[in-house]
Antibody, heavy 118, light 106 residues
């Protein structure tokens, strides 16, 4: 069974850092683009970061809203996707989902909630 | 950034009715459009990819169509379990999503 399980969310103060993890299983991790999508309360889904597959050298892309603050990476030995989030702002408050990209986001995790507040 | 605009924002339909949801792109995205269903308190699920391809296991009452800037998701005969938010997304130029349509069942 293909599974994605996010963890690492929580309450953090503005300016703080958090690292999210996405543990994957049931598929060949290196074959797929893996991406992060967030959903602020009451707002639309927002794509924020992508890690391309091994064939594309695991290169990364970011949305303008997080570029320079967030870093996406992989532990290929454990099939885990990470999102390092720095300089967090109130507007980063959201549910964060990791998703597998196959021609559309075909598998999603349940999400982990990040709240940025003092 | 390509802007995806969905309409209507919400709709209330009776079981058995035909439902048509619209998604318009601010520029030509070919057929790089997907549709997602998000039930309350759940993560999104892929329904349609490549504008018109039904994902594995998706009931055939869900049909996607369109190309370039205009896309439609049709539910031929809506069921009670279709209560959800529906999102379109484009992957032509990175990824953006529409604002969603909330489908309520009368």
């Amino acid at each position: 069974e293909v599974k994605l399980v996010e963890s690492g969310g929580g309450l953090v103060q503005p300016g703080g850092s958090l690292r999210l993890s996405c543990a994957t299983s049931g598929f060949t991790f290196s074959d797929f683009y893996m991406e992060w999508v967030r959903q602020p309360p009451g707002k639309r889904l927002e794509w924020i970061a992508a890690s391309r597959n091994k064939a594309n050298d695991y290169t990364t892309e970011y949305s303008a809203s997080v570029k320079g603050r967030f870093i996406v990476s992989r532990d290929t030995s454990q099939s885990i996707l990470y999102l390092q989030m720095n300089a967090l702002r109130a507007e980063d408050t959201a549910i964060y989902y990791c998703a597998r990209n196959w021609d559309g986001f075909d598998v999603w995790g349940a999400g982990t909630t990040v709240t940025v507040s003092s | 950034n390509i802007v995806m605009t969905q309409s209507p924002k919400s709709m209330s339909m009776s079981v058995g009715e035909r439902v048509t949801l619209s998604c318009k792109a601010s520029e030509n995205v070919g057929t790089y459009v997907s549709w997602y269903q998000q039930k309350p308190e759940q993560s999104p699920k892929l329904l349609i990819y490549g504008a018109s391809n039904r994902y594995t296991g998706v009931p055939d009452r869900f049909t996607g169509s369109g190309s370039a800037t205009d896309f439609t998701l049709t539910i031929s005969s809506v069921q009670a379990e279709d209560l959800a938010d529906y999102h379109c997304g484009q992957s032509y130029s990175y990824r953006t999503f529409g604002g969603g349509t909330k489908l309520e069942i009368k």
